[in-house]
Structures are given as structure tokens and as C-alpha cells.
């Protein structure tokens, strides 16, 4: 018989057999300083291009005493307890209801986690009778939830990314499997994909609501705030609040906190109030965290000065980074991706040589989050950037594109840059 531990030992995963080089530095870095566009990265300063801290509002003076205050009067345990069992307070529910409004939803519910949330509200829709059908680059939380759902017995379809001459096929294909099993079909794609940076297709969804009897439900993580005319994200930005008939969105992105909540008819949120295991077996929202959501949400409602200097910051950034040659791929959004085709260890000496020598720092990408071959840096502009670093960030990148023309990345290993 195996020993499990055994078999941990022995068997790498795609990302940790990089682990011996890259932990320290490529994963899991260590950022330090206050939260912002510059911090420190290896006692350097760094122009920090990773953080989704779209809005600025990690640190925002009035976000900060909020946060302080409640922490103050509320400590960070209040509520004790599930939301079902003891967890509910004014504050909660209050926060909930300005989120439905917000969105222009009968009702919203909040979650712990924006990760763990989606898994359970899928969890809890879908019975074994009902179909899945699924954007193929959806986020990991949305493939885990539709994994436990053919666990369970059901059924999923997936069409290639925002292709809706595959949707309608597979929509096609779902449609004969919940009439032969009496269930329904849910589905599933995101407002914003958060590597691309493109917007899922909405409008092609929605127009396919004529042929087929399904409910669309759309993960808008990094929507949320910073697309639409409100900041109500992309269903807003579409014009088709009325048509996404499951909102899901986290605090982690432009709320800069923690939790998420999902918004829908009264009669679905209720049933997910009573049947998500995720939420009724887990402690309610401690008090500083809601205090401080509805902060962040008063911010974001009444201050659209700080959404136009995202959009400002992030289209100076890509317009800048095309002109000087870059692919940034269809990105619709201020996520900002910038491809390569190279190795790991060519990928990783590029971020070497923007840390190290430029102090730039952003995400890199390899595979399996990219196909193979395709190596990806992902920057993140935000409010608070200034365009003083956005003309710096791209007069490195200037210096970057002739090393890689001269072909001085290349490599045939990975340096190790462990500290």
C-alpha cells in the first residue's frame, strides 16, 4: 500500500517542479511597505505592477480609519459564530442591501471568500439533473465548483473562449440532456477574465437566451468597480444588468478587502442562504471587514474621479506599451497582458532583469495558466499609479524589447533566485 506522504514526495505538480528556484522570488515573493505603486522588493524600491488594488483603496486615508475604527469598537470577532446561528447583525444584512441596489438585484448575499463562495453557490444551483455549460478560460473557483458537480453525477459542456458558434452547439447538447433528465442548464463566464484582460461575450450570451431555456451566471471579480458607467461592472458595462440573472463578485479587487457576495431574484438568494454549505458551516464576516466594505462601497459609488484615473492610468499604460511594439492581446479592461513566445527560463531572466536592473516588478505567467510555449507578464495598473511611472514602466520595457530581439534571455535553465 502507498504511503501518501510518499507519493507527495515524489510527484511534482506543473508549478512546483519550479519550486527549489523560484520560491522566494517568482512565487511567493515577499513585497514590503505600505501597500501602493512603489514598495520594496529585496530592501529595492520596485514600481509594483502586480496588486489588483484597482481603486486604490488599501490605503485610502478615510478606508483606513474605517477599517481602525471598527477593529476599535468591534475587534476582529464580532460576530461569534454562522451567520444562520449567530453571525447576523444590522450591519451585514444593511451591506447586502445596498450590493442588490447596486446591482440592480432583487437581493444579495454576502461570502466569506470569493473562491470557496463560487464553488458552493455552484454547488448548491446544480443537482446531478442539471447541466453546466462553461467558458473554457474560466477561473479556477468556477472549474472546482462544476468538478464537484460531476462528481455528483452531473453533466457540463465547454465551448472554446467567447466563441458562440460552440456556445449554441454545446447549449444544443446541454439542452437534450436536461430534457431527458428534467433539469435545467446554468451558464457560466466571467465579466472580466482576470489574465486577459477581455471581457466575456455578453451580448452573444444574452442573444442566445431566444433560442435555448438557460440562467446565466457571470463571475465579475475583476468587473466589479472598475467597469460600466457606475463602476457596477460588465453586465452594467453592456447594458444587460436585466439579463445576468446570477451576479457574483469579490471584495478582493477594487474593494481592496476580503469576502464577495452573489446577487440575484430573492427566491435564488434565499435558497442559497439556507443550502450553502460554505457559508452555513463557516463564521460569519467579522464586523471590521463589512464596516469596511461599506466604506469601500461609498467610495466607489460617489467618487467617479477615482474610476476615470484608473481608466486614465491603464490606457496611458497600453496605448504606450503598443506603440512601442507589444502584444498586448484583446484586453478590454485595465488588466494589462503582455505576451512572449519563450521558455520558463527566458521568461524568468526577464524578470530578473526588470527587477534587478529596472525595478519593475510584475507577475510573470507560464504554463498551465498559458499554453506551453507562451510566456506571459501581467500588470495590473491601478488609481494610484501616476503617469510618471506608467512613462517610466514603458521606457524600460523599450530597453527590455531590444535585449529580447538580441536574444539575450534565452536560456537553457532556470536561474535560481532564492533568498
Known amino acids: 500500500m502507498l504511503d501518501i506522504f510518499d507519493r507527495l514526495k515524489g510527484m511534482e505538480g506543473p508549478l512546483e517542479q519550479y519550486r527549489q ?58 460576530p461569534m459564530g454562522a ?11 444593511e451591506l447586502e442591501e445596498r450590493l442588490a441596489k447596486f446591482e440592480k438585484k432583487e437581493a444579495a448575499y454576502l461570502l466569506n471568500y470569493g473562491y470557496q463562495g463560487m464553488v458552493s453557490i455552484i454547488d448548491s444551483l446544480c443537482t446531478r439533473h442539471d447541466v453546466i455549460v462553461y467558458d473554457s478560460e474560466s477561473h479556477a473557483c468556477i472549474m472546482d465548483g462544476i468538478f464537484l458537480h460531476k462528481a455528483k453525477g452531473g453533466k457540463s459542456f465547454v465551448f472554446p473562449h467567447n466563441d458562440m458558434e460552440r456556445a449554441e452547439k454545446m447549449l444544443r447538447f446541454a439542452t437534450k440532456q436536461a430534457e431527458e433528465n428534467n433539469g ?16 466575456g461575450n455578453l451580448p452573444g450570451i444574452v442573444a442566445l437566451k431566444k433560442q435555448f431555456n438557460f440562467r446565466l451566471m457571470i463571475d465579475d471579480a475583476h468587473g466589479f468597480g472598475t467597469m460600466g458607467k457606475t463602476g457596477a461592472g460588465a453586465s452594467e458595462h ?40 460554505s457559508q452555513i458551516f463557516a463564521k460569519s464576516l467579522p464586523m471590521p471587514m463589512v464596516i469596511g466594505a461599506l466604506k469601500r462601497l461609498d467610495i466607489l459609488q460617489n467618487r467617479p474621479e477615482i474610476r476615470e484615473n484608473l481608466w486614465k492610468i491603464a490606457k496611458a499604460l497600453q496605448d504606450g506599451l503598443v506603440a512601442e511594439g507589444f502584444n498586448i492581446g484583446n484586453t478590454q479592461s485595465p488588466v494589462t497582458p503582455v505576451y512572449f513566445s519563450g521558455s520558463v ?10 527587477r534587478e536592473n529596472h525595478n519593475v516588478f510584475c507577475s510573470i505567467v507560464v504554463y498551465p495558466v498559458v499554453p ?11 488609481a ?36
Open 372 to 382: 506551453k510555449g507562451v510566456l506571459m507578464l501581467r500588470l495590473i495598473p491601478t
Open 238 to 277: 453592456f447594458g444587460l444588468m436585466n439579463e445576468v440573472d446570477i451576479y457574483f463578485a469579490t471584495f478582493a479587487k477594487s474593494m481592496a478587502g476580503i469576502g464577495a457576495f452573489v446577487a440575484s431574484d430573492k427566491a435564488v438568494v434565499d435558497s442559497l442562504k439556507y443550502n450553502m454549505r
Open 345 to 354: 527560463p527566458e521568461g524568468t531572466n526577464i524578470v530578473i532583469d526588470l
Open 184 to 199: 435545467g442548464i446554468l451558464l457560466i463566464t466571467e465579466g472580466v477574465f482576470g489574465m486577459s484582460g477581455d471581457l
Open 83 to 93: 451567520r444562520m446561528m449567530s453571525g447576523q447583525t444590522k450591519y451585514h444584512k
Open 384 to 419: 494610484s499609479h501616476t503617469m510618471k511611472e506608467v512613462n517610466e514602466t514603458i521606457d524600460v520595457f523599450k530597453r527590455i524589447k531590444v535585449n529580447l530581439e538580441a536574444g539575450k534571455y534565452i536560456s537553457d535553465e532556470m536561474r535560481s533566485m532564492t533568498m
Open 21 to 78: 528556484k523560484a520560491e522566494g522570488y517568482f512565487m511567493f515573493p515577499e513585497l514590503e511597505g505600505e501597500i501602493g505603486p512603489r514598495m520594496k522588493f529585496h530592501g529595492r524600491e520596485v514600481i509594483t505592477w502586480s496588486l489588483n488594488n484597482y481603486l486604490g483603496l488599501a490605503n485610502h486615508p478615510e478606508v483606513r480609519k474605517a477599517d481602525a475604527e471598527a477593529a476599535a469598537t468591534w475587534g476582529m470577532a464580532y
